[in-house]
């Protein structure tokens, strides 16, 4: 029997979720709240893939699965017009600073206003 698959720790849920292209062929591809944030970690971040599980609370290699299927689910999208949805997964979202020597640029807890649902175990399979 399988096991269960980990919550990924993500920093915040992004207030964006629907990008579209300026012709879009009407087909949508799905970025989960976790793919996004493994995205954001190694490639805006500059994190290593190493750190960056850490960061997410999961293995370097399910770490690495979920980026390159977030790269792939982009490429995708930005080469056959698909608009891009980001929602749902198994993730929670962090009740602390992640600790990293550099200061995250999407970083909640730098922010005046806090989110109140910090910590909070998220099961999103909505279509919003």
Known sequence: MPRGQKCRRVCSVPENRLFTPQRPCGRTQVLTVEEL????????????QDEASVSM????????????????KIAEALCAGLAIK????NYEL??????????CG????????????GGKKHEDSSND
């Open 37 to 48: 944030e493994a995205v954001r970690l190694c490639d805006l971040e500059d994190l290593e």
């Open 94 to 103: 962090a009740q602390y600073p992640c600790g990293c020597r550099r200061k």
């Open 86 to 89: 980001i929602g749902g997964g």
């Open 57 to 72: 609370n999961v293995s370097r290699a399910s770490f690495q699965r979920t980026l390159y299927q977030a790269r792939k």
């Open 106 to 117: 999407n970083c909640r807890f730098e922010q005046t206003e806090k989110n109140e649902t």
